[in-house]
């Protein structure tokens, strides 16, 4: 999503100038091309995240729509408070870009693992979370919320190639996207996870087991209400996530189905463990933590033994 | 506005602490005479609402007091609002809050400010606008790192639209700076990270508005100004707890303590109006 992030904002910039660009001394080769088109609104603050939210704040203030990038956990954690005192208290259209989701910095290790970026940030109810599935949706989303008073974080991942099948670029905040149909159960997938969701699905197709794919790609507004109404179809969900379990999707789908009151048995995919040191390539962090597709699909039929 | 501003400061500080019986009277009593200069003759603010305004903030949230007090002797909130100070509901808390007409922006987090200063000013600049950005700081907000990281930031830039004044009084929660976080040498640090370093007596209402008044240069700004912690009363200048005699003597006593009502006359005999 990195190519489509720095494509859309390029094209947003060019009839907006009151975009600017900020880094963290982070992005090269990616950033290129908004710096080159635009040097004067390109600002590489250095490795400060926390002085990169307050100058975006400051800069908010004034008029700018500065977006402001790093990779995750240094755009979102380190600078929490900033964040929390300078965008959300005074309700700044400030846009923290937070690359690579979940285990997209594989190799990097735990320090850039973004499995905590969510479920912090969603309990700032005044900051917008925008988690597109695929390079395509990243791109409708943030046009989409390019205009938003409020301040937004944007999760994005690393890779521009994987897409969702059947996602086609939609994205409306406070909306799911379906993308697959099915009446046995419901997967709920969240990022680069939902192409995973996806194929465990194909998966169980094979197994005679129908399942719906549900994307849910932001927060704050929160899809409370597709979610009741999906899930008020289905008697066994699944949620996945590259997230603590805390705070992200499946805490918060668990939240739908106890206050609407469903019968619908929920089974929540999301790292539970500490790290433990070791490192490894995303598909084998999914595996580890259970949130490939075989593990999905292993999980789809156990609660629905399960729920029997 | 003029020397008896910060007189007339000191009293709506000590006046609604002592309504609040609240503390962090010291601070506010500190920076009364900055504040004076700065609102009397220094910033350039039609309105709190006009876009072209200096833009101040207040980066050592906990002086809040002083600043409401500012606020209402400028008449850009109501004399009466500030009888709401620390109540419930109240847009007047301890720390200021952007929602308060004058305030630019909600403080209270130490080492915040000077970052979003820094953005404010890069935004004049960016929109070719003369207007400028003053911040106050306190010694003990040098302790963040973030701070520096502003401070790099604005040299970097070379944002001469942008003064941070130093309420230098030496003093913070624990005790002394120099005992809890030795910030010796504090000109040379910040002439080290490129700035345009003046020293002044913060007390000294003739000197603050000369040196504000005369910034010179291409860098951004840091006033050093020598303070007092509890300025205008002299056993809050003393650290003396009049009422408490159990604590120890320390300035920093009149960081939390709330005045006794012997107290609280006794400072306000000592603020009398200037004549």
């Known amino acids: 999503m990195r190519q489509a992030f720095v494509r859309t904002l390029c094209d947003l910039a060019e009839a907006d100038d009151r975009i600017v660009l900020l880094t963290g001394d982070l992005g090269y080769m990616v950033m290129e091309p908004f710096r080159d088109r635009f040097p004067k609104r390109f600002f590489n603050v250095g490795v400060a995240e926390q002085n990169m939210i307050g100058v975006a704040t400051g800069l908010a203030d004034s008029g700018f729509r500065p977006y402001a990038y790093s990779i995750a956990p240094f755009a979102a954690l380190r600078p929490f408070e900033f964040i929390r005192n300078g965008p959300v208290l005074h309700n700044l259209p400030v846009r923290i870009v937070g690359m690579g989701m979940g285990f997209d910095y594989s190799h990097a290790g735990p320090t850039h693992y973004a499995i905590e970026d969510i479920a912090a940030l969603r309990t700032l109810p005044g900051l917008s979370i925008v988690i597109p599935a695929d390079g395509c949706q990243a791109a409708t989303a943030i046009r989409a919320t390019a205009d938003l008073q409020r301040p937004v974080y944007y999760s994005l991942g690393k890779d521009d190639r994987q897409t969702v099948p059947h996602l086609n670029g939609r994205f409306e905040q406070g909306k799911i996207q379906i993308v697959r149909a099915g009446t046995d159960i419901a997967l709920i997938g969240m990022g680069s996870l939902s192409a995973e969701a996806v194929a465990a699905a194909e998966h169980l197709s094979e197994l005679g087991i129908g399942a719906a794919v549900a994307v849910v790609s932001g927060f704050s507004p929160d899809p409370a209400q597709d979610i009741a109404e999906m899930l008020s179809r289905f008697r066994c969900a699944v949620t996945v996530e590259a997230q603590v379990s805390s705070g992200g999707l499946g805490a918060f789908v668990s939240s739908v189905i106890a206050t609407e009151g469903l019968s619908c048995r929920l089974r929540i995919l999301a790292v539970t463990e500490s790290p433990d040191g070791t490192s490894g390539s995303q598909p084998e962090r999914w595996r580890k933590y259970g949130l490939d597709r075989e593990s999905i699909a292993k999980s789809a039929c156990a609660l629905i033994e399960a729920a029997r | ?275």
Request: proline residues 4%.
């Open chain 2, 1 to 275: 506005m003029n020397n008896a501003t910060a007189q007339r400061i000191r009293r709506i500080v000590l006046r609604e602490s002592k309504r609040a019986n609240v503390g962090h009277i010291g601070s506010c009593l500190c920076v009364a005479d900055i504040l004076a200069v700065l609102y009397g003759e220094v910033l350039r603010i039609s309105s709190p609402e006009d876009p072209e305004r200096d833009r101040i903030i207040l980066s050592k949230g906990h002086a809040g007091l002083a600043l409401f007090a500012a606020l209402a002797i400028k008449g850009f909130i109501p004399e009466s609002a500030l009888e709401t100070f620390c109540g419930d509901n109240s847009l007047l808390g301890v720390h200021p809050d952007a929602a308060l007409p004058g305030v630019d922006f909600s403080t209270g987090s130490l080492g915040q400010g000077l970052s979003i200063a820094a953005g404010s000013a890069l935004a004049a600049r960016l929109q070719g606008s003369d207007r400028r950005v003053f911040c106050l700081i306190s010694d003990a907000e040098c302790n963040e790192g973030s701070t520096w990281e502003a401070v790099m930031f604005a040299a970097h830039h070379g944002l001469a639209n942008l003064t941070a004044i130093l309420d230098w009084n030496g003093q913070q929660a624990f005790g002394t700076t120099h005992d809890v976080l030795d910030s010796s040498n504090m000109p040379e640090r910040w002439r080290a990270f490129g700035w345009h370093v003046r020293e002044v007596d913060g007390h000294d209402y003739a000197a603050l508005f000369q040196t504000l008044s005369d910034l010179d240069s291409l860098k951004p700004h840091v006033v050093l100004a020598r303070t007092v912690f509890g300025k205008g009363v002299s056993f809050m200048e003393q650290g003396v707890p009049l009422t408490q005699t159990h604590l120890p003597v320390q300035p920093i006593n009149w960081h939390y303590l709330p005045m006794s009502d012997t107290e609280y006359q006794i400072a306000v005999a000592e603020t009398e109006p200037v004549s």
